[in-house]
């Protein structure tokens, strides 16, 4: 373990990045009963599905954010993820990911009984929707929904984890590879590659993203 990474794991995640922890817990408070109508409508847990996206939330920039949508969205629609993929979003989603989990879902029973298609077509339109989706926050806890959804379906042994290793499995999936077993998961989940710089330098700290996540999960908390 590097030496950031040691420092970085001597105290509770949340009093080390205190100032951004703060402001992402009352973000995500100002949102929790809308997100979770949504995360509910797809059975589920909101607790789950803040914590896995809790790291995002801490590095979200929204002029970066307008920024990205802005210079890449038409190269997207042109030419597909080879031209452009890029992160959207409080939960910063890539167009990657959510064409990842539209072909997982459509080819999943749970499509039908939840009746959500999505259009996996190469082309513009089939593009240009998904770009207006990942654009929308309500869509992004679709996606985020339907993720953990497809994750236990695949691996039904994370869903009986206890609550910490649950956490780190789904937050690692979300972070490195939808697709990725257990077995990587659980190596990766230890790595520390995840860091709050908009551009990285010599000083920037790393973190595990799923230990972040597990903290939010011990931490949760929100305001009625």
């Not at 896995?52 to 802005?70: C, G, M, N």
């Amino acid at each position: 373990m590097s030496g950031m990474a040691a420092a970085a794991s001597a105290q509770s995640y949340r009093h080390q990045l205190e100032e951004e922890w703060k402001k992402a817990e009352d973000m995500v408070s100002s949102c929790h009963e809308a997100w979770e109508e949504i995360f509910s409508s797809l059975d589920a847990d909101s607790r789950v599905c803040e914590a896995i996206v809790f790291p995002e939330i801490l590095r979200w920039s929204k002029l970066k954010d307008i920024f990205e949508q802005a210079a890449l969205r038409d190269r997207y629609v042109r030419e597909g993820t080879a031209g452009a993929d890029f992160s959207i979003g409080y939960f910063q989603m890539k167009p990657s990911f959510a064409e990842k989990v539209e072909k997982a879902w459509m080819k999943s029973p749970l499509r039908h009984e939840y009746g959500l298609f999505f259009d996996l077509q190469d082309t513009d339109e089939a593009r240009r929707q998904r770009i207006a989706r990942l654009s929308d926050e309500k869509w992004q806890c679709v996606y985020l929904a339907v993720f953990v959804r497809l994750i236990h379906e695949r691996e039904p042994s994370i869903a009986e984890m206890p609550e910490d290793e649950q956490i780190s499995m789904l937050a690692t999936a979300y972070n490195r590879d939808f697709h990725a077993p257990v077995d990587s998961l659980r190596r990766w989940a230890r790595v520390p590659t995840f860091h709050l710089d908009i551009l990285p330098s010599k000083s920037t700290q790393y973190y595990p993203y799923a230990a972040i996540a597990a903290e939010r999960i011990r931490t949760y908390k929100f305001k009625h």
